[in-house]
């Protein structure tokens, strides 16, 4: 058998820069053609003498009452587009809550605590070490202390702890970070979806903080890991009605009431990917933010499949046959992410993408619909429109799927997959581990784009693009200050228990 030839050098050369020459010619269509246009003018005028040009001046009739009101027309619509313009929304900065090492669950750890949590069903035990062993963790993924003892402890003190544990050292750092102040929060937005006491986590940040008794307040539950970008969108629409304002958004998920103790193979799974994580995050309208503030929103794009019975169905919380509450996982999640992925990128791809792509993907939907349905679709390159990429962390396959379907490269994904190796699903707060490993590598330059993409029951699809203000310098605090140095890691298909 001979072996596979390597692709003509040559060809594929010519194949780059036909397609480079293709991207030039089409984004910059309009500069194009006007430059012989103004090239043509410029001869013209300079064959001109200054008296024949001065003659063409004194020609034209100058009305004073229609220069008057060209003027007024002119301040007027100028007035009323900025006037109607939204406001800029502004990214001051964030902080992610970073666990302390006493909550760490090496395998081994958590292992053992399967074994005798779960004594009489091996089966079970077996099942949560396959799913560990492919799932893409590493060994310091946090659970709160309730988890830790066997059996669990999951108590209504138990999670009020971890949630004022894990939201206040993330607010204290923003606080920190911002020199922002308590009493100046405008708008505050809590998002915790599976964990909805009463008073709300959001009450009990007011009281904690003693913030302003005018405080819009919300508290989001239910969301799923998307939940984040959703109070972006809720940040966003009150800032777009209170100017000179500012927005707090928290995003969490508090593990310690929904640790599953049953046996339930599908409700299993989230007991190996679900971790401890918090984020705070500032934004604001205010103009004097903009020469600090670190991103400018660009879009947003939110994706619900909830009227379709599987989707709505796939991420499921209920009772197991012993009344065990859990969350259920279908096995046809990532088909059904795939789907929610399309509708979204469908609708934000014309916002984002050059020109070239566009043209592109619309000859490709004309071909597909008019001449053959069985023409390979084509797919748009979003590394045109984006330098960076922050996919929900929620697992491998959901990783791997993305990675896939939008061919990144495994530099594109590399944030991801190390924010899943350091701490795990954070659920809504991922994205904003992603963002801190990115910058933590000094990557972030000013102008860089950043395309934030989260899943979440419902079932939804949420992005974000932001756009960075300046050239951000590498921290030295922060989630990835004391193992940012051994990152990346190389992760293996399977790691052996």
């Known amino acids: 058998m001979s072996p596979p030839k390597m692709p003509h050098l040559s060809t594929s050369t010519k194949h780059k820069y036909v397609k480079l020459g293709y991207q030039y010619l089409v ?12 090239a043509y003018t410029a001869l013209e005028l300079f ?3 200054p008296e024949e040009i001065l003659n063409h001046l004194n020609s034209l009739n100058f009305n004073l009452l229609h220069i008057l009101c060209s ?6 619509v100028s007035t009323v587009y900025f006037m109607s313009k939204p406001r800029t929304i502004y990214l001051v900065d964030y902080s992610c809550f970073k666990p302390p090492v006493t909550c760490r669950v090496p395998f081994a750890t958590f292992m053992e605590h399967s074994r005798l949590n779960l ?4 089966k079970s035990v077996e ?4 799913i560990l062993e492919r799932s893409g963790l590493g060994e310091e993924t946090c659970l709160p202390p309730a988890i830790h003892y066997i059996p669990p402890t999951p108590t209504m003190d138990a999670a009020r702890s971890e949630a004022e544990l894990v939201i206040f050292t993330a607010m204290d750092d923003l606080f920190k970070k911002t020199g922002l ?3 100046d929060i405008d708008i505050l937005i809590v998002n915790c979806s599976l964990f909805s006491p009463t ?3 959001s009450a009990m940040i007011i009281n904690k903080y003693k913030l302003r008794s005018n405080i819009k307040s919300l508290n989001l539950s239910g969301m799923g890991c998307s939940a984040s970008l959703i109070s972006v969108d809720v940040a966003r629409d009150l800032l777009q009605v209170h100017p000179n304002s500012n927005a707090v958004i928290v995003s969490t998920e508090i593990i310690t009431p929904n ?5 339930e193979r599908a409700m299993l799974l989230p007991n190996c990917l679900f971790r401890m994580g918090a984020a705070a995050i500032l934004l604001s309208n205010r103009r004097s933010d903009r020469w600090r503030a670190k991103y400018k929103l660009c879009h947003l794009v939110r994706t619900h499949r909830g009227a379709e019975d599987k989707s709505y169905y796939c991420v499921y919380q209920q009772e197991d046959d012993e009344s065990h509450v859990g969350i259920n996982l279908n096995k046809d999640l990532m088909a059904i992410a795939g789907e929610a992925l399309k509708s979204n990128i469908t609708t934000i791809g014309p916002l984002v993408l050059p020109a070239s792509e566009q043209l592109l993907f619309l000859t490709s939907l004309i071909g597909r619909k008019i001449f053959n349905a069985k023409w390979k679709p084509y797919i748009p390159d979003f590394k045109m429109a984006f330098e960076h990429f922050c996919i929900h962390a929620g697992g491998r396959a959901v990783i791997d799927e993305l990675q896939k379907n939008l061919q990144l490269s495994a530099e594109h994904v590399e944030a991801s997959r190390m924010t899943l190796h350091r701490f795990g699903n954070t659920s809504s707060s991922s994205l904003w581990y992603e963002l801190s490993y990115i910058e933590a590598k000094g990557k972030m330059k000013r102008g860089d784009r950043v395309w934030q993409i989260a899943f979440g029951s419902g079932f939804k699809c949420n992005s974000a693009v932001w756009k960075s203000n300046r050239t951000i310098k590498t921290p030295t605090e922060g989630p990835w200050s004391d193992c940012i140095d051994r990152y990346p890691v190389f992760i293996p298909e399977v790691v052996k228990l």
């Open 27 to 38: 984004n910059n269509f309009l500069t194009l053609l006007l430059i012989p246009i103004l």
């Open 47 to 49: 064959q001109m003498g």
């Open 71 to 76: 003027s007024f027309l002119i301040i007027f």
């Open 119 to 122: 004594i009489d069903s091996p």
């Open 127 to 130: 099942f949560q070490m396959r």
């Open 181 to 183: 102040k308590p009493k």
């Open 199 to 201: 008073p709300s986590l």
């Open 259 to 263: 640790y599953y103790q049953g046996k």
